[in-house]
């Protein structure tokens, strides 16, 4: 009796498909939607943004299959990411995935909490007129981080009630991008849209720029918008069954996709493309187009604060529940596993909000604007490389499992995105990637010794190699061959 009981009350305790969804679409909605039109005609014209869009969508759609696949072919292999990796290359290789997904994961969070201090500040007044950037860089970091350890407090009570306060959040900040596209569709202006020479120089900048470069330049904002296609994975062992697991991920994919392509194409015909890339709050001018007007400013930031809020929510969870499921398949120190009566991973979560909270000081340089960017790229340049292990590792089941030749393609396909996505970012930040993921030999060091275990010869190579090239990096940043 007392048996069965126990089980009802974990079950209540797990993630339906609904909430599961919500997950998904909550931790991909976050600040790059809002930021995304920005960020987009910086670097790539409104024509050459729908080939992006395409190859990034089909990219991320890859992935998500991909990881669908693996759900259904690996089931036993609860945890996603890590997991995949592992199994498939060796402790080392899993450990640097569970490693890279976690950085990703906080380095995010530090980009959610200056987006959010951003709108924030737009709303209250507190931004210079002209630069968009804090009149009290101090009060704005004060402010963070008094927000952080709330939301840090929050999560405490638990996985379960802290996904329904997700999904709450997602809803909330769906409304006011679904009106951006219906107020943006009865503006759009092709001739805005269609602008002259978009195959040789950027309408934003003047600047000379090819297709490929435009594309290229595209991925990593693109990826940062769907960091967190793998939600659903991630969190398989507190889902209520396994089977809903990959369809939850497709699900909320196509929701994100859909949204993401709508907003940022139709915000570039309805502004003109210096003005975008110049703006601070790029949806608020888009309102200030339609009959909405300046109100719509408001309505966006206040989007953007609930996003973020929803974003942190999830991504919280997220990268403290990575650290713990490694843990428990002793990839990690074991001291990560420790859970509170609510099942919450809290020494776990504690790390990752301290460094989540050191990192918060970028918020007190001269631009939240320039600390979002750089953070969110770092994020992206981190989320990569275990995205890349996970086709990998989809490639080696598809052929030791003789799985159908379209799941052979997809995986493949995942892979080169990946691959491409990598060199797209760029070998600034892929340096700075390489520098924090050879902090994490330390950490891998104290895990094998905790097990009284010993380092294998191809650990301690990958481990050298690591090293190595993370010590070029540093050198090649020190001297300015290479910069951000």
């Known amino acids: 009796m007392e048996t069965a009981k126990q089980e009802t009350t974990d079950n209540s305790r797990k993630l339906g498909f609904g909430l599961l969804v919500a997950l998904g679409v909550g931790s991909m909605i976050g600040t790059g939607i809002f930021d995304s039109p920005r960020n987009l005609i910086s670097t790539t014209n409104p024509q050459a943004a729908i080939i992006a869009w395409i190859i990034g969508g089909l990219g991320v759609m890859f992935l998500a299959l991909t990881f669908q696949m693996l759900n259904n ?44 201090l951003k709108a924030f500040n737009t709303l209250t007044g507190q931004v ?35 996904s329904v306060a997700n999904a709450v959040a997602t809803v909330a900040k769906v409304v006011p991008l679904i009106l951006v596209v219906i107020v943006g569709v009865a503006v759009f202006n092709s001739t805005i849209f269609n602008v002259p020479d978009w195959t040789s120089k950027l309408a934003s900048t003047g600047d000379a720029a090819t297709t490929f470069d435009q594309v290229s330049g595209a991925m990593s904002t693109i990826l940062w918008c769907f960091i967190g296609v793998e939600a659903a994975t991630v969190l398989s062992t507190r889902a209520k069954s396994q089977k809903i697991v990959g369809g939850a991920t497709i699900v909320s994919t196509l929701i994100t996709l859909a949204l993401y392509m709508l907003v940022s194409l139709i915000s570039m015909g309805v502004v003109d493309a210096k003005t975008l890339a110049d703006s601070n709050i790029p949806l608020a001018d888009v309102f200030a187009k339609t009959v909405v007007g300046g109100a719509g400013g408001v309505i966006v930031e206040v989007g953007i604060i609930i996003s973020m809020i929803g974003g942190l929510i999830s991504w919280i969870m997220l990268a403290a529940e990575i650290l713990s499921v490694a843990a428990k398949g002793a990839t990690m120190p074991a001291w990560f596993q420790h859970e ?58 598809c052929a030791q499992d003789k799985r159908s ?80």
């Open 73 to 116: 072919a690996r089931p036993d292999l609860k945890g996603g990411i890590f997991t995949y990796a592992k199994e498939g290359f060796g402790e080392l290789t899993g450990f640097n995935s569970a490693w890279g997904y976690w950085l990703s994961a906080w380095l995010g969070n530090v980009a959610f909490i200056a987006a959010l």
């Open 128 to 162: 210079d007129a002209k630069t968009g950037d804090s009149t009290n860089p101090l009060l704005t970091f004060i402010l963070a981080s008094v927000f952080l350890w709330i939301l840090h407090f929050v999560q405490t009570a638990g996985v379960k009630k802290a």
């Open 340 to 397: 509170n009566q609510n099942g919450c991973p809290t020494h776990a979560l504690l790390v990752t909000d301290i460094l989540t909270q050191l990192f918060l000081f970028s918020i007190l340089l001269p631009s939240l604007k320039a600390a979002y960017d750089t953070m969110f790229s770092l994020s992206t340049s981190c989320i990569v490389i275990p995205y890349l292990f996970s086709a990998m590792y989809a490639i080696k089941v």
């Open 405 to 484: 030749a379209k799941d052979m393609i997809i995986s493949i396909l995942a892979c080169v995105y990946s691959v491409y996505v990598l060199y797209a970012i760029g070998i600034e930040y892929l340096g700075l990637t390489l520098i924090l993921y050879a902090i994490g030999i330390f950490v891998f060091v104290w895990s094998k010794k905790e097990r009284k275990q010993q380092i294998a010869k191809s650990e301690t190579v990958g481990m050298t190699v690591i090293a190595v090239l993370a010590v070029l990096m540093i050198v090649l940043l020190a001297t300015g061959v290479i910069s951000l």
